[in-house]
């Protein structure tokens, strides 16, 4: 068996548990060994029978003293051995399993695991594990045992002896890549060592020497990958040489005066421009902090000096908005601005390749692919991208890879604790525009259950007739199973059928075509639809000012991140606007959250607050910020190890940057793999 074969290689593992794994991603046999561990249960001691503590789980070993006895009640099957050991006895019950009866010896000893309880003044462990106690390795009882993230029809037993018996198979393919070096000096175990305790710790001490490891590793991994990138781009002097800094004339071609907070950050972009690197910088700033206007100033510099600026999003729509914005300054400077979208016909296209090609261009705008694809460029000094997230290390890499060597300017307004986000953008420097521009009005932000609904539309009714826009955000495209969200296309017909049938109601989503979404998505821009029923496809970056009501459904389904940006899409005119968050949820933390969002309109504050809530994990998941999914390490978490791994990846990129040494090539071979993981 290799590490890259399928999961149907293993034994046991036929067609129906292979769709099982792969619905919790696991299709290879190495997916199956880093499957790991969500939890344990530390099964280590037994108790004797006189020993048995009611109402929590109880380890005993005891002898079956006679045959299991196989009766019905009701709709059950019962079960019910009778287990004794010298201290006495207790019974061992289980429902609707009646083949059970016949895998229990009589006379055998084995190692029960269950809650107990006392029935009919009897004490009975209810449905245990069991194992037969001899020479043959405990997996589910009497150790420290596993328990994974599963999928219905896939128990903890099958999973732990599926996965103890492929680490056995596999167990000499478990390679070393950390050098010996770095592995003594920080005290680290063995990978083959880690990966066996990781799921089955032999001890308290031997798990926690695994996950230290397998901490490490991870974020070692990514480190150094992050640090050779970060040199990459340092390394390499910067083509486009700036002389002229003068930015009055577009200054005084913008509608406002720049607020301080702009002003800084430009200046740091500027003395970038000044050095002879190329500039490497992650421009973070609030929804509707003015972050374009930067972007703009930064370009006309870069045109201004005989050089090309490429502005890329993440969607055709976002691009178009680009395009009309910087199109309406830079015309009047006598500049130029192309549009590369997806919806271009071959001879437009040709056309606009062809302006740039030859510099007539002087600011090219376009989603990535768009961009990425085979544009010659005449003479390329800044590359912008907005949105960040979206847009990963690889990339990152890609571009800087660029013969060009552009300077890099990368604009998000995920809000991300500071710490964090030097970690996952160890390759870049950061500013921060952490002020709005001054005269925003609040955006009021409520919280209520579906019994508001009547109240709700009657309100959005009003909106619209003073002639105002809203969004209502659903979480699904169709229907679930369950019917327990709101659905896109569902309710939008029922919106027009049974609640505006007077107003122009429409959606849109991600599976409709590209052109499709543009011209809803221009018609809303237009003013001619009232309604525009939505999946996060609008979260980033529209600008519709005419919007005064956002309207979220099952709100509880999203991150508070999300909501923030989701937000920030209202309250960009001079109207009043207001988010509405509708949840029937029961949950604690999910009312918490909301309540979060009512309170707070900073994005710095509700993230940190929602990594508390939430803990760890699926908050800035972070494939979001285009680094790979992490398995076991957790950035808050181990806070503290990271700090090591950042001094020991910094000492080896001194020793040996890019990993070309003996020492260090399975290291090499492992990070690409560990970055390839990536899948978006
Ligand atoms: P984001 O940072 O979310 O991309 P934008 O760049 O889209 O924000 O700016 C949001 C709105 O604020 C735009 O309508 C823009 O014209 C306006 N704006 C930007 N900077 C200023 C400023 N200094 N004063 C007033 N309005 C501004
Ligand atoms: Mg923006």
């Known amino acids: 068996m290799r590490l890259e074969d399928s999961v149907n290689v293993v034994k046991k593992v036929g067609a129906e548990r292979t769709k099982k794994f792969n619905k919790l991603g696991i299709f290879t046999v190495l997916d199956l060994i880093e499957h790991f561990p969500r939890d344990y249960n530390d099964r280590s001691s037994f108790r004797k029978t006189d020993e048995i503590v009611l109402n929590e789980e109880n380890c005993v070993k005891g002898v079956v003293s006679c045959k299991p006895e196989l009766f019905s009640k009701g709709k059950f099957q019962i079960v019910k051995a009778k287990i004794n050991d010298n201290n006495g006895s207790f019974e061992a019950v289980w429902f609707n399993q009646p083949y059970l009866r016949n895998s229990l010896k009589v006379g055998g000893e084995y190692i029960f695991t269950g809650k107990a309880v006392l029935r009919y003044n009897t004490i009975q462990i209810e449905s245990p594990d069991f194992e037969a106690w001899g020479d043959k390795e405990l997996l589910s009882t009497g150790r420290i045992v596993p328990v994974y993230s599963s999928t219905s029809g896939l128990s903890q037993k099958v999973f732990r002896s599926i996965i103890k018996s492929v680490l056995e198979s596999v167990s000499s393919e478990i390679e070393e890549f950390i050098p010996e070096k770095i592995r003594k000096k920080y005290g680290l175990c063995e990978r083959k060592f880690a990966v066996f305790n990781i799921h089955f710790p032999e001890s308290d001490e031997s798990f926690f020497a695994a996950r230290k490891r397998l901490v490490f590793e991870e974020l070692f991994l990514l480190q150094t990958k992050l640090l050779q990138v970060k040199g990459f781009m340092k390394k390499k002097e910067c083509g486009a040489c700036v002389e002229n800094f003068d930015v009055l004339p577009i200054k005084n071609s913008l509608p406002f005066m720049l607020t ?127 949105e960040q997230h979206r847009f990963g290390v690889r990339q990152r890499e890609a571009l800087a890879k660029k013969g060009d060597n552009p300077h890099v300017m990368v604009m998000t307004a995920t809000p991300i604790p500071r710490t964090l986000a030097l970690i996952l953008y160890g390759d870049l420097d950061i500013s921060v525009i952490d002020k709005l521009p001054p005269g925003r009005q609040k955006i009021d932000t409520l919280f209520v259950d579906s019994s508001y609904y009547e109240r709700i539309f009657c309100f959005i009714g009003k909106e619209i007739d003073k002639g105002r826009q809203i969004y209502i955000i659903c979480p699904t495209i169709e229907e679930t199973e369950k019917g327990d969200l709101k659905a896109v296309e569902k309710y939008t ?188």
Request: hydrophobic letters at 40%; one cysteine or more; glycine letters at 8%.
């Open 493 to 680: 017909e029922k919106l027009k059928e049974d609640v505006f049938p007077n107003y122009r109601v429409e959606c849109v989503h991600g599976k409709f075509k590209t052109d499709y979404k543009n011209y809803i998505m221009e018609e809303f821009a237009l003013g001619n639809i009232d309604i525009l029923v939505s999946t996060t496809v609008i979260e980033v970056g529209i600008n519709v000012p005419n919007a005064s009501v956002m309207l979220v459904e099952n709100a509880e389904r999203f991150g508070l991140a999300q909501l923030h940006q989701l937000r920030g899409r209202v309250g960009r005119g001079s109207e009043k606007s207001y988010c509405i968050l509708v949840s029937d949820s029961k949950n604690k933390v999910a009312r918490e959250r909301m309540k979060i969002m009512t309170k707070s309109a900073d994005g710095f504050v509700i993230s940190e607050k929602d990594l508390n809530l939430r803990g760890p994990g699926d908050f800035f998941g972070t494939r979001q910020h285009g680094v790979p999914e992490l398995k076991i390490a957790n950035l808050y978490k181990d806070i503290d190890v990271l700090r090591i791994v950042q001094k020991a990846s910094a000492e080896l990129y001194a020793d040996d940057p890019f990993l070309q040494k003996d020492e260090n090539k399975k290291l090499a071979q492992e990070i690409e793999r560990f970055f390839n993981r990536q899948s978006e």
């Open 260 to 386: 301080d907070a702009q002003e800084n950050v430009l200046m740091e972009i500027l003395s970038d421009f000044k050095c002879n690197f190329a500039m490497n910088r992650l421009v973070q700033g609030d929804v509707g902090s003015g972050k374009t206007a930067v972007a703009m100033i930064a370009a006309y510099v870069m045109a201004n000096n005989g050089f090309q600026t490429v502005v890329m999003a993440p969607t055709d729509v976002l691009a178009g908005q680009h395009f009309e914005s910087f199109s309406k300054i830079f015309v009047k400077l006598g500049m130029k601005c192309v549009l590369l979208s997806g919806g271009l016909k071959k001879s437009e296209k040709r056309r606009a390749y062809e302006s740039i090609e030859l510099g007539n261009a002087d600011i090219i705008i376009g989603t990535h692919a768009v961009i990425q694809d085979a544009v010659k460029y005449n003479n390329l000094g800044l590359v912008i991208t907005d």
